[in-house]
């Protein structure tokens, strides 16, 4: 049975003004979230931050020293709103400029006598950073400490996630099962769903309803990384609706 010291942890920081005035729908965290999930990370934060320095430093800071990965999406463009790079680089105390890696890399895209100054942003990585190549649009992303920097867009978002993926720690995976509740309501389980969940501290249960064409459908979905408590809290999950049912 694993332990919460054994446990790899993340967070995700999704920057971007458009985020927040809901302007873009976020995508990335369902894909960050599905891909950790199923290699044994837990998933424990998200946060979304405007493109404000001080808000960018603060998350970064508090975030990395938390967890034992740090995923950013989000402010690596070209243009003036776009600093991630920076905010993370005051983060860490360390210096940012083009790094030649990251214009050779654009340069696999762009002429030379078309890198301007704009595009010029998106080689500046800061000082120490490995970079997390984009076969999509070149502009990569980069690891500094815990922390992943990648791109806002989704599709290269989750280019840049499949690069890093295969060196990230991997814990105990994350087992789960669902329980129909069909034509139960919520409210004639809800007290003893409660109990079972006291009795198996380390599992996570939740009841989750969906509207259908037939009305509510319940489904209670039991969590954990142990097989012999998942299965005892299943267990009684499953007594619970077949009385309630009958």
Do not use: W
């Not at 969590?223 to 408590?229: E, H, I, Q």
Request: net charge negative.
């Amino acid at each position: 049975m694993s332990t919460e010291s054994d446990a790899v942890t993340a967070a995700i920081l999704v920057i971007g003004d458009e985020i927040l005035s809901g302007r873009t729908k976020d995508k990335n965290i369902g894909t960050i979230a599905d891909y950790l999930t199923a290699i044994g990370i837990d998933l424990r934060e998200v946060r979304i931050v405007p493109d404000v320095g001080s808000a960018i430093v603060e998350a970064v800071n508090a975030l990395r020293a938390r967890y034992t990965y740090l995923f950013t999406t989000g402010g690596i463009g070209p243009t003036h709103d776009d600093i991630t790079a920076d905010c993370v680089a005051d983060a860490f105390g360390v210096g940012i400029d083009v790094d030649p890696r990251a214009r050779a890399m654009l340069l696999e895209r762009h002429k030379p006598e078309d890198l301007n100054a704009a595009r010029l942003r998106m080689a500046r990585i800061p000082a120490g950073a490995d970079l997390i190549p984009n076969p999509i649009s070149k502009a990569p992303g980069f690891r500094i400490g815990n922390v992943f920097v990648m791109a806002g867009v989704p599709s290269i978002m989750q280019a840049m996630l499949d690069q890093i993926g295969p060196g990230l720690a991997r814990g105990a995976p994350v087992l789960s099962e669902t329980i129909e509740a069909r034509g139960l309501p919520e409210g004639t389980y809800a007290g003893r769903l409660g109990e079972i969940a006291g009795r198996h501290p380390g599992v996570s249960i939740g009841s989750y309803p969906s509207m259908t064409q037939g009305g509510f459908q319940n489904r209670i979905v039991v969590r954990t990384k142990d097989a012999a408590a998942l299965a005892a809290a299943r267990a009684e999950i499953e007594a619970l609706v077949a009385e309630l049912s009958a």
